[in-house]
C-alpha cells in the first residue's frame, strides 16, 4: 500500500467563495451549524465576501472547511502535517481533539492574532538561505518565520527592523504579506502566553497516526508533546522545508493537501520532486 501523508494549509489559502459546493452534503450541513453555534456567524456567509481575508474570519472558515474535507476522505493517512493553522486540522484528522475544541482554540487563536500591531512579515524570494540567517543573526527584532521551500522564506519582526534587513540581502523578490503583526516571531508573546494559558486548560489524546509540528518535524503520537509543541506555535517557525522532507524518510510517496487551494504543492514540488501530489477541495 502506498504511504499517504494529508496535508493542511494555513492563512492564505482562503478563496472567496469556498464551501459553497459543500452545503449540499448532509454532514457537511452538520458541522457548518455547529460552527455557526460556536463562532456566533456563518462561515458559508463570510466566505462570500471580503470579510474572509481578515485573520478573524480566516482561521475558524479554513478550519472548518478543511475538517469537513478530511472527514470526507476515503481511506486514512499514514502521517499528517498543517502548515500554521493548518496544524489544527491536522491535529483534528489525527483524533487529538475533536472538531468542536479545536475551533474554540481557533477562535481564541484567530482573535488574539487579529489584535496584533506593530509588525511587518515579508516573504523572500531568489535568497540563499544562509545569507539571509547570517543576516537575521546580526539584527535584533527580526526572525526567520517561515521556511516554506528552498527559494521561498519569510521574515518577521518590527517594521524598521524588516525593512533594515531586506536592505542587506539580496533577493530576487521581496513581498509584503497582508498581516496585521509578525506572526511567528518573539513580537507575538503576549497573544502566545494568553493563548497558552487556554491551550492547558484543553484534553490532548495520542494522535491516531503521526504528526509532524511546525515548531519540530520530528513524528510523534504523543499527546504531551504535541500540545507542548502547539503551545510554541504562534511565537515560533514555521519549519515546512523540514516537515517536506520528512515524508520520504517514512516511507511516503503520495502527499494530499486538503484545502480550497492548491498551496502546498509547489512547495512540495520544490523540495521533494519525486512525491506524487493531490489536491482535494470537494467531497469526495
Known amino acids: 500500500m502506498t504511504k499517504t501523508a494529508w496535508v493542511f494549509p ?17 454532514e457537511a450541513k452538520a458541522k457548518f451549524q455547529q460552527a455557526e453555534s460556536i463562532l456566533g456567524w456563518s462561515v458559508l456567509e463570510v466566505c462570500q465576501t471580503e470579510e474572509l481575508n481578515r485573520t478573524l474570519y480566516t482561521q475558524p472558515c479554513l478550519y472548518t472547511i478543511a475538517a469537513i474535507l478530511s472527514d470526507r476522505l476515503p481511506t486514512r493517512p499514514h502521517v499528517v502535517a ?26 481564541y487563536r484567530a482573535e488574539l492574532m487579529d489584535q496584533a500591531r506593530g509588525g511587518k512579515m515579508v516573504a523572500l524570494l531568489g535568497g540563499d538561505l544562509a545569507a539571509i540567517k547570517n543576516a537575521i543573526a546580526n539584527q535584533t527584532d527580526v526572525v526567520l518565520a517561515n521556511d516554506n521551500c528552498p527559494g521561498q522564506v519569510v521574515i518577521s519582526g518590527t517594521p524598521e527592523a524588516v525593512d533594515s534587513l531586506i536592505a542587506q540581502i539580496k533577493v530576487k523578490r521581496a513581498m509584503p504579506l497582508n498581516v496585521s503583526g509578525a506572526f511567528h516571531s518573539p513580537l507575538m508573546a503576549q497573544a502566545a502566553a494568553q493563548f497558552s494559558q487556554t491551550l492547558a486548560e484543553v484534553d490532548f489524546n495520542d494522535a491516531q497516526v503521526p504528526v509532524l509540528s511546525n515548531v519540530d518535524p520530528q513524528p510523534t503520537r504523543d499527546a504531551a508533546i504535541l500540545k507542548h509543541r502547539l503551545d510554541q506555535q504562534m511565537t515560533g517557525p514555521v519549519r515546512w522545508t523540514e516537515i517536506v522532507q520528512q515524508l520520504p524518510k517514512l516511507g511516503v510517496r503520495q502527499v494530499v493537501e486538503v484545502g480550497p487551494a492548491k498551496v502546498l504543492m509547489g512547495l512540495i514540488k520544490r523540495t521533494c520532486e519525486d512525491l506524487e501530489l493531490m489536491h482535494v477541495d470537494n467531497i469526495i
Do not use: C
Not at 494555513?10 to 448532509?26: E, F, K, N, T, Y
Not at 502548515?83 to 477562535?107: I, M, N, W
Open 10 to 26: 494555513g492563512q492564505g489559502s482562503q478563496v472567496i467563495g469556498m464551501g459553497a459546493s459543500l452545503i449540499d452534503q448532509p
Open 82 to 107: 498543517g502548515h500554521s493553522l493548518g496544524e489544527f486540522v491536522a491535529l483534528y484528522s489525527a483524533g487529538v481533539f475533536d472538531f468542536s475544541t479545536g475551533l474554540q482554540l481557533v477562535k
